[in-house]
């Protein structure tokens, strides 16, 4: 059983920066791919970006990349999503979630996801 808490969200200024936290605890950690999801109002949940575990693969949507980046930190059981020049659009409600060595650009596209957070809300305004 894993338990995952976000973190980090909060109201920032088109172009800005955020950096999001997710802290996970369980057995076995090192077989899970965590990845970065989020949900705008009136939109479907679009995966962001995902990271896997003994292999390091990453993945990110096309529409983050060059902004967003991925990292993990084995040692903290923390997985970060460092937001930079962030827009509008991305506000939304961001979730973390964990799947047992799941292939991480799978994991994005079609999140079976085993475990979720309750999310942490990014909102993009002036």
């Known amino acids: 059983q894993l338990h995952l808490v976000e973190s980090g969200g909060g109201l920032v200024q088109p172009g800005g920066s955020l950096r999001l936290s997710c802290a996970v605890s369980?057995?076995?950690?090192?077989?899970?791919?965590i990845g970065w999801f989020r949900r705008a109002p009136e939109k479907e949940r679009e995966g962001v970006s995902c990271i896997g575990g003994r292999d390091g693969g990453e993945f990110s949507v096309n529409s983050v990349k060059g902004r967003f980046t991925i990292s993990r930190d084995n040692a903290k059981n923390t997985v970060y999503l460092q937001m930079n020049n962030l827009k509008p659009e991305d506000t939304a409600m961001y979730y973390c979630?964990?799947?047992?060595?799941?292939?991480?650009?799978?994991?994005?596209?079609?999140?079976?996801?085993?475990?979720w957070g309750q999310g942490t809300q990014v909102t993009v305004a002036s």
């Open positions: 369980g057995p076995s950690l090192e077989y899970y791919t």
């Open positions: 979630a964990a799947g047992f060595m799941r292939n991480v650009q799978s994991m994005c596209e079609d999140p079976l996801g085993d475990y």
